[in-house]
Structures are given as structure tokens and as C-alpha cells.
DNA sequence: TCCTAAGCGGACTGAGCCGTCCGCTTTCGA
DNA sequence: TCGAAAGCGGACGGCTCAGTCCGCTTAGGA
């Protein structure tokens, strides 16, 4: 069940094209500029991924890998409010350098890739909460919500979910 | 210069019916559901407006207006800080009952409403951060940034928005 | 080398959108 | 009342997009 050596390396180049046109456009960007930009047809695309959908979840999936990656490091840092803080930093920047990635977020409730990016933050919003460096009255979803906002106000966001009165 | 008494009362009704569907799905809300909803053919939808952006922009700016007017009270309020966050509850709500105010800001730039907001809104910040009661490094262009995000998180971007170590 | 199945891509369909146009209807002043 | 001007709305064109299809090409094992 191993593609040909052809359509393995279209389906590489689909992956790279549609992640840079997300990234820059957004979601919106169309499956003909994808093609184009991949240099294939446009019904190379749709070969692999039934519906734009599918290769929106399938690009963003990976890319909340990295992210969920980044918040399971966070974890081994030992000042949760550090850690907390650093997360959020790295979550905005990963946002800012990829505008799909939370505008997709609907798409990818599913998917494992947020299952476990959710989780983890959970964690870190747990234990920030517990050494008093986050407000309580946040959920990880929250948190989640807050990232576009912190890729352009991170010192806001950042004072902003510290517990008030400190 | 006087419109028909029909044309007038349709008119209205499509302003009203642009006024809601925007609100509602945002400035995405096509020109046919407005014209259904407002029970007119879609040709009188654009016969007073030439393009859809010019509905958007009619519509909006009077909403525009409105939250302009919130502003120029706060303006009266003698307590700067709480004139200030007073503004940026109210503009949050006006936020959350109608999503194409800030969607469609881009398209409204040049309006003397928008002028007027901004106007209102550099004065309630320059007037809070004077009383230290707001951050030095955020402009009006900011403020008006974070409304959407104030609207879901008030309390995040309120405090936030506070002068750091107070 | 050669045959076959896998893959390719662009033409095609259909949906939804904005904006135009024109034959019919309605208003309203004379 | 009546005629001209204003207004109406739906049919239409042109565009962009997602998704399908099929005749041609190519990979790669026998």
C-alpha cells in the first residue's frame, strides 16, 4: 500500500505548497493556487484529500503537532509561571508565522494532534493556576482563544492572566 | 432630491435587514439574503448602493457612529480609569451584538465616523494613561484592536491593559 | 523491454456570488 | 385622471471556487 515514487513526491510538494498558502493567506487560500504553486494539476489535489477540508485538517493537524510538542516541553520547565508564559509566547509566534492554524481550529477539534495540544496545555494551565501564576478563572480552551490576541499584544495577554491583585 | 415614498420605505427596510444580517454572519452575509430578508429584489439592493462594500460601509458606519457617541460620554465621566474601561465594556457589548463592526473596519478607515471613534477614543486614552490608569504602550489603534477579544475576555484585557507593577 | 495499473492534469460541472439590465409597475404632480 | 419619471425585481452575465472525470502518461515489476 506504498505509493509510486511520483505520486509520493506531488503529494510531499501538495503538503509543502498548501502549508505555505495557509500560512500566508489563511484558509481561504484556493486549491487551484495550491496546485500551481506545487506544480501539479489541480486534481492532483484532490486525489489524495477528498475534500479542501481534508487537506486543510491534514496541514494543520501536523502543524499542532509542533505546537502540542512545544507545550509538553514547557512541562519539564520547573516555574509552572515561566513555563505557562514561555508557552503562550511560543504558541503566538507559531501563530503568527501561520495564520491557519488557529483559524482551523473548528476542523480539527477531532483529530488527535488537538487532543493531545489541548491536554497539555491543561496541564500547564493547571499547574501555573496552582503556583498562583495564573489567574483561575482561565480554561485551556481559553487560553487557546487568547493566542492571536497574545501574537500581537503578548505583554497584555500575558499581565492580563496573571491572578489580579499582585 | 427626495426619494419616492416606496423607494424610501425600501430603503429602509434594507438597511434594517443589512443591519441584522451582518450582525448575525458577519459582512459575509450575501446580497441575496439581505434582499430576502428585507422582501425586495436584489437589484434594489444595489440600485442605492453601487457595490456591496458601499452597503457595508453605510451600515456599519452608523453603528460606527453610535459607538463613537459612547466614547465622547466616557469623555464626560471625571474618573479617567473608569471612563475608560466603562468604554471598552461598552464597545465589547456593541462588539458582541454585531460582528461586522470591527470585521469591516478596514473598509471604513476613511470615514468621518471612524474618524470621530478614534478621535473620541485617542482622548479617553491619553486622558487614562495620564492618570495611570493605563499602560504607556498602547495606542488607540490598539484599544479599538482588543475590543474583540474584550468582548469574550473583559477582565483578561482590562487587566492587561493596566500600568505593569500596580 | 514491455505491459499494466497507478497516476496525471486540465476540461468540465454546478453552486454561489456580485453587479447589470430591461420590461413592467407604481407614484405623484399637473 | 393621467402621463411621465422613478422605481421595481428577477433574469442574466461573468467570475471564482470545489469537486469530478477521462483520455493520456509514466513507473516499475516480470
Redesign the interface.
Known sequence: MTLRADAQRNLDRVLVAASECFAERGVDASADEIARRAGVGHGTVFRRFPTKDALIVAVVAMQMHAVAETAEAALAEPDAGAAFAGFVRDAADAYTRNRALLDALDLCLETPEFEALVGAVRALVARAQEAGAL?R??TAD?VL??VP?AS??P????????P?GR
Do not use: I, K, M, N
Open positions: 489567574r478563572d482561565v481559553d482563544a487568547l490576541t500581537r499584544f505583554e497584555v495577554v500575558l499581565d492580563g492572566l496573571r489580579p
